[in-house]
């Protein structure tokens, strides 16, 4: 049997001693429990060992759990591909969709949250590496993304998210999460009506501590909680 309260306990170690080094204090950095595949009860095992949310990546998964009350008491995060036809079922569920990174999903969300009444908070996601198979806002794409959010009814932008390329050579890592700190860095000078800056997710199992180094401040871990996914 894993010990995820063990696990959580060796991850807020890394966390807080990378967030002493670069200066900040442990409580400034957000763990999010990446938790696809697994089942409910490990899920709530994370929750009662203090992550500050827990992040899925499929919809229909998600609702699953969602249903059998595998979140109650965390924030709900959607952190995978969001596919135009499950908008409606992510909106007013999730506290935070991490992945949003396109125009049409901008508008979508903020639709279906403005017929809710309600507002919906999301990071937009960047591709940083600007990899052709991976999904993400393309850097040089993000102010115009921005633009549009702030101007669309129902949609609050926290921040910004990354999923970086990863390269054997650490110093070819670390300056993908450099970059995604300056662009943070840029659009917190701007000001766009609802749009905030609060939140840089980036970093998982293998790389949250470099992540927290180069600034994140939310990061996503999945197997150094869970254990390997099979
Ligand atoms: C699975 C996943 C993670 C966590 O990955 P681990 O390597 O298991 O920590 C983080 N972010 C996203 C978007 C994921 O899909």
Redesign the pocket.
Known sequence: MIDIAYNILKVREAIANAAVSSGRTPGDISLVA?S?TKSPELIRAAIAAGVDAV?E?RVQEMLEKHAQGAYEGAPLHF??HLQSNKVRQVVGICDLIESVDSAPLIEMIGKRADSLGITQNILLEVNIGSEPQKSGVLPGQVDDLLALASRTQGISVLGLMS?PPVDDVFERNCNYFDAMFNLFIDIRKKTYDNVFMNFLSMG???SYVDAITAGANMV?????IFGT?A
Not at 220 to 224: K, N
């Open positions: 990446a696809k992040g990546n952190i995978g999923v998982m199992s293998d996503r871990v999945g197997s150094a996914r």
